[in-house]
């Protein structure tokens, strides 16, 4: 293999141009090896893409796909702080350079280099907004500008404040620097800080994983669980409702009218002031007997009240 990478550049013509790459396994041996392939002359872009788009001739592409392989790794070791592998970044780049050649026209006067970046970050982005998060984090394209730009415009206002001998480890943007920020990239202050947010978060665990001695793990699960809405916790709601309701109803029914007025006063009613309805003496003194008649009165109706709501439930 490093016979075929040192070779001069007319080799590349005539040898198949995959078995310039190492096989996968060794990322460090493909970068060094993607280094060293050779970068075409103009005249060959021009000849391979005109071959590919003309006749179809896929070697050609490949040629082309090999000499800007230098540049997928370039440009995806600039996302490796979205802690993604590197190695699946250069693959998606490399997806991103092979949608390029595919479209590319010599005839419009332009470098391969420069149509395939497009094509390369933007392969890079989709594969990083659909994995760098369980939770997607930017959907419009305003958005999406704004996720890839604001770490490196922090960097810059670092960099801005460490000239002016300002304070540089402050991690949070201040107020000019937001409305900055939102002016340049076209998006509202309220969108920068709360981006800014959602990247300072981490993710969590909604359940995570015991312990090596055995004893679980306290996660959200353990706390944003709705118990309102379980299915045996609704039934005992609604039945604790309809006691509430008709089962009340259906037991004052079945007590004669003293009892009943005797209950109702003394457990049912509340007046405007939040207090009780009438004591044991006021009721005592309606009806003529003692309070502790009333207190047997009212007993007696509680018991038979217990009975009709057991065979009522």
């Known amino acids: 293999m490093s016979a075929l990478i040192a070779a001069p550049r007319t080799a590349l013509a005539t040898a198949n141009p995959w078995s310039l790459v190492p096989p996968l396994g060794n990322l460090d041996a493909y970068i060094s090896a993607a280094n060293r392939l050779p970068m075409l002359t103009l005249e060959e872009e021009q000849e391979y893409a005109r071959k590919f788009k003309n006749e179809n001739d896929l070697e050609a592409a490949g040629k082309l796909v090999l000499s800007h392989l230098r540049l997928v790794v370039s440009v995806a070791r600039q996302y490796l702080g979205y802690g993604l592998p590197h190695g699946d970044l250069i693959q998606e780049g490399n997806v991103g350079l092979m949608k390029a050649v595919k479209r590319f026209d010599p005839e419009q006067g332009v470098r391969l280099v420069s149509y395939a970046l497009h094509w390369i970050k933007a392969e890079i982005h989709e594969y990083i907004l659909k994995n760098w998060r369980m939770v997607k984090v930017a959907t419009t394209k305003a958005q999406r500008k704004l996720f890839f730009n604001l770490r ?7 960099g801005e404040d460490a000239a002016a001998d300002l304070d540089t480890h402050r991690d949070t943007l201040n107020t000019e620097q937001v409305n900055t920020m939102a002016r340049e990239l076209n998006v509202k202050p309220e969108e920068v800080l709360e981006m800014e947010a959602r990247l300072a978060g ?29 299915p045996v916790a609704m039934i005992e709601a609604r039945q604790r409702d309809v006691l509430a309701t008709d089962g009340i109803a259906t037991a004052l029914a079945s007590l004669d009218e003293r009892s009943r007025r005797i ?22 003194a309606e009806y003529g007997v003692s309070a502790e008649r009333i207190r047997q009165i009212e007993v007696a109706a509680m018991k038979k009240m217990k009975t009709a709501l057991a065979a009522y439930a």
Not at 267 to 282: C, E, P, R
């Open 202 to 230: 981490g993710d969590v665990l909604l359940d995570p994983s015991p312990s090596d001695d055995g004893e679980d793990a306290f996660g959200p699960i353990a706390y944003l669980t709705d118990t309102n809405h379980e």
């Open 152 to 158: 490196s415009m922090k960097q810059r206002f670092k």
């Open 263 to 284: 209950v109702e006063e003394r457990w049912l009613k509340v007046n405007d002031d939040n207090s009780g309805g009438m004591t044991l003496h006021d009721l005592a």
